[in-house]
């Protein structure tokens, strides 16, 4: 059974993490480089599916860019909680 993280050593293990998103966008988009420039001259349905099936990889990165900010990007703490343990 694993021991529990203290919620201060968590904070600062997602903290040291924020660069994880920034990365593999910039890689997904080093990889796409070729095919965007293509998409951007023409856009065609053919060119978008072969970009879609030889860099499906870097597709679904770009899709799940909201959901990695989210989950490694800053968190703001809500007025409420800050508030509540103070007297």
């Known amino acids: 059974m694993?021991?529990?993280?203290?919620?201060?050593a968590a904070r600062a293990t997602l903290r040291s993490q924020r660069?994880?998103?920034?990365?593999?966008?910039?890689?997904a988009l080093s990889d796409l480089r070729t095919e965007l420039r293509l998409l951007?001259?023409?856009i065609t349905f053919t060119s978008l599916i072969f970009a879609v099936r030889h860099h499906l990889l870097a597709v679904v990165v770009l899709l799940l860019q909201p959901s990695l900010w989210r989950r490694y990007g800053p968190r703001w703490r809500s007025a409420n909680s800050e508030t509540a343990d103070k007297p």
């Open 40 to 42: 951007a001259d023409q």
């Open 2 to 8: 694993p021991l529990p993280v203290p919620e201060s």
């Open 19 to 27: 660069w994880i998103p920034l990365l593999l966008l910039l890689l």
